[in-house]
């Protein structure tokens, strides 16, 4: 039942409300030179935002967004910014200097990144919008200021560094990739995308000061590695077809090369042994992680088969039949089932297994994207049956989406910065964050949703019912891992969490960005706190 408000009810601006709402909670919390700049940022993005909504109406965005999404600039560009700003707390807290510094320098290029994107807005609207341009001009050179009174040099450089790679990353991702991000989206990924390049470049130049768990080392490498195989693959088959065997062939021989040449090379530069040596003592160190090991790979089997099964009934059925949202929502479960344990009993093998995985699924992604034999063809068949209204473009991410929101709060989770790898209260339910608003809460509120919901929140699709069904299921899988990970200490932090559970879940009902994205890195906002 649509409501008579809903008409009135601009849910760009509830969603910029809810995001204001948790900028005042990290605020309540955390107060430093940098919120004043924060705050001003978000002024700026909300009029920044609105420009760009106005150039994605009319088409005059110089790039193809992704199509039915306003620009979602407001949620994007308070992520990378409340992110340094909260974990500065946390290793000022443990007494780790090198680590605040670092986080420093996450908020500055976090901030400056959003300001260089509605830059861009202001650059291409036309007659020039005088208002948001002083606006924005006020917010540069907050900015700016305390850039120059908080930073040293070196870390300044380091921040241009990141706007540098930023500046080409987009435009090569946004030219090859049309309708697959909004801005914000680019933002977020990009803008992450070329943080972990600019660190990777710098430790590889001075390798004395390479220390720390090897574990932490996959992440970076692996993405770097699948940039490079994604960009100059695309930049090939331009010039030939890329679905014989002949260019098939030379693609696995490029792989390997990349892998087993560059790649390996390059890790081992870091760990200080041969990766694959090193991968073996870990993964055989105890009974535990074989037994992790075989359970995963039962429930990769268990989702295989999803797979297989639905494609047998659409080759039965009708030619248009779409996955629903519940079978969509069965990956979703078996991604919970695959984290909690991995979460509970080993999250360094969660870690290196996560960022395996990611590696495989871009792999494949490449594989389906560019028609490579003997897989590629199969996997498009596969796969156009589960997709969903955010996959407009030519790639399907969906999949890897899933993957980033459950991982990201494992990958951030600052070690460092937590005595005996565990932090106090709300902080012991961090790595969980993105089980928690992803595999729990988006999963619960789109079932019931869709199933039983019957009031709307006014300006969506999504309903009430889904929402607060969402919130229950969360504090009850809260309850749950409270009884299996004893480490977990909350002492007295239940109306934080409660809080915050709520506020991503009305982030949720009102975002048309891709949740399974800004839900997980907003709750672990949060919880640090």
Sequence with gaps: IPHPAATLINPVLVESSVVFAMLLCVHMAVWNQHSWCIIALFIQAFYAQHKWDRLLRSGGAV??????????????????????????????????????????????????????????????????????????????????YTAKQTLTVSEVIEVLEVLLIFVYLSLIVLYLLPRCLTPGEALLIVGGISFIVNQLIKRSLNLAEVKGDPVNYFLPVVVVGSLLLGVFFALLFCFMESETWVSSLFFHMMTAVLGLGILMPWLSLFIGRHPIMWLLDFVTLNDRRLYLLGYWLFLAAVATCVVLHQNYQRQAGSKKHQASTVVRKYFHLIVVATYVPGLVYDRQLLHVASVGCLAIFLFLEYVRYFRIRPLGQLLRQLLTLFLDERDSGPLILTHVYLLLGMSLPIWLFPGPCAPKGILPGAGGLVPYAGVLAVGVGDTVASMFGSTMGEIRWPGTKKTVEGTATSVFAQIIAVAIFLIFDGSINLNSTYSWIVGSITLVAMLEAYTTQIDNLLLPLYLFILLLL
């Excluded at 620009?71 to 946390?90: C, D, Q, W, Y």
């Excluded at 605040?100 to 400056?112: A, L």
């Excluded at 959003?114 to 002083?134: D, H, Q």
């Design 63 to 144: 790039f193809q967004f992704r199509p039915s999404a306003n620009s979602g600039i407001v949620p994007a560009s308070m992520v990378m910014p409340l992110l340094g700003l909260v974990l500065k707390e946390k290793c000022s807290a443990s007494g780790n200097v090198y680590f605040e510094r670092f986080s420093m320098v996450v908020t500055i290029t976090g901030m400056m990144l959003a300001l260089f994107l509605s830059l861009i807005a202001l650059g291409i609207t036309r007659p020039v919008p005088t208002n948001t341009c002083v606006i924005a001009g006020m917010a540069g050179s907050a900015i700016l």
